[in-house]
């Protein structure tokens, strides 16, 4: 396939459409070191991923869990609070995206914010070169200060990126796109 085609073809594929296999030990090495090949003025690099093992997705789903519950209290059935304790566990690889914004810097924040979702980016594009299926998503779990403390950051750092990955259980439908038209245009001066 051309890799504009390829391009073309990528595709996000929801959460609970994927299962295993998961990228393997080789595969995620490429798909993360691809995800590093981003611009990144100042060579500062300030965003990190951190790779949730399998047992850490467990750790982090029993988090999820009591967090939810004591958030909302008896409003919080059975069912929901088991459904937050296997958000983390959805699919074979969660990978979480922090982007740590250096400031005051010489680099503005704007720039090292966008470096940070063109790494999540990168991985959605290599787990799809690699034939995985990926979704990024920033769900409640990306906001909480006790989750991000879990993970080892202070409350200051965002996490930009919980991408998923496995494989696809059905193939994505279609997906409306706005036309160039609606989006671009052109300026030619004063």
């Known amino acids: 396939m051309e890799a504009i085609d390829f391009l073309k073809s990528r595709r996000s594929v929801l959460v609970k459409n994927l299962t295993s296999p998961g990228p393997n030990k080789e595969d995620l090495q490429q798909i993360l070191e691809v995800g590093l090949r981003v611009p990144d003025h100042g060579k500062i690099g300030p965003w990190r991923i951190q790779v949730i093992t399998p047992k850490g997705q467990e750790v982090l789903g029993d988090l999820a869990a009591k967090i939810f519950a004591n958030k909302h209290g008896e409003r919080a059935s059975e069912k929901q609070i088991e459904a937050e304790r296997r958000r983390p566990q959805r699919a074979p690889v969660l990978l979480v995206v922090t982007s740590d914004i250096q400031s005051p810097h010489r680099i ?29 998503v920033t769900e409640w779990l990306s906001f909480d200060t006790e989750i991000k403390v879990a993970l080892g950051h202070d409350d200051q750092t965002d996490i930009i990126g919980m991408i998923y990955i496995g494989t696809a259980s059905e193939q994505p439908q279609p997906r409306s796109r706005p036309s160039l038209e609606e989006i671009v245009s052109e300026w030619s001066g004063l």
């Open 108 to 136: 503005p924040e704007l720039e090292q914010r966008l470096s940070g979702g063109a790494v999540c980016m990168n991985i959605l594009n290599a787990a799809h070169a690699l034939g995985y299926s990926a979704q990024w």
